[in-house]
């Protein structure tokens, strides 16, 4: 079936570095796309979205970028701060009647000091 | 003001028990969304309903079945816990119409013993 999947389970970075979250899809029929941010003990936060049209989205210190070619998303931090430690979900616009959003399996970001 | 609450945020209960989640959201969303994240925190949708009425629902056990009392609510009773019962069950809402970015809830934290 149609999933959305990340290549790391857990990227650990120093602060003030640069931090790169990556997420491979499987549905090309996929038109937009979100970055959720989880912290520990809290739901899923919305970060960012993007829609198919567009190949780059900036917001405050986050980017991301979209390559339908190879259906890739990614997900760039900027000065990654110690509060930026959660885990990260990319999801597509689902397969039910579009209604839906599939979600990836997560990536732990850990921000040493 | 809490965007999307949910009662209780803990439940541990015995196997073979009865028990109801309750989901409230005051952002005036039309469509509101049950998902389970277990503990590999892969988050799946459950159910979602577009102004009381139920428009998804994935392949889940009918001894779950939400109830939305009106467009503000969707609650979860859940029949005859099992042990595989035991996760997170986040609510969430959004604008209707296709997929777009959710709002979740705290969580539930569902043991069963």
């Known amino acids: 079936g149609e999933s959305v999947g990340l290549h790391l389970p857990t990227l650990s970075v120093q602060e003030g570095d640069n931090s790169i979250i990556n997420c491979a899809y499987s549905n090309s029929a996929s038109d937009y796309f979100i970055w959720y941010k989880q912290e520990s003990g809290k739901g899923p936060q919305f970060i960012i979205d993007i829609r198919s049209n567009m190949d780059k989205r900036q917001g405050q210190r986050v980017t991301v970028l979209l390559n339908k070619t190879v259906k890739h998303l990614s997900l760039q931090i900027a000065a990654t701060q110690p509060g930026d430690s959660a885990v990260y979900f990319c999801?597509?616009?689902?397969?039910?009647?579009?209604?839906?959003?599939?979600f990836g399996s997560g990536t732990r970001l850990q921000v040493q000091p | 003001d809490t965007a999307v609450s949910q009662t209780p945020k803990y439940l541990v209960t015995q196997m073979g028990n009865d028990k109801s989640i309750k989901c409230e959201q005051n952002l005036g969303h039309d469509t509101m969304y049950w998902y389970k994240q277990d503990s590999k925190k892969f988050l799946k949708i459950m159910f979602s309903y577009n102004n009381k009425e139920l428009i998804i629902n994935e392949t889940v056990p009918n001894r779950f079945s939400p109830k939305s009392p009106d467009k503000a609510h969707l609650n979860l009773h859940i029949n005859s816990l099992e042990l595989g019962d035991s996760a997170v069950y986040f609510c969430?809402?959004?604008?209707?119409?296709?997929?777009?970015?959710?709002?979740f809830g705290p969580g539930t934290r569902l043991l069963v013993l």
């Open positions: 969430a809402s959004s604008l209707p119409g296709l997929a777009r970015s959710q709002y």
């Open positions: 999801a597509e616009r689902g397969y039910t009647g579009r209604r839906a959003l599939t």
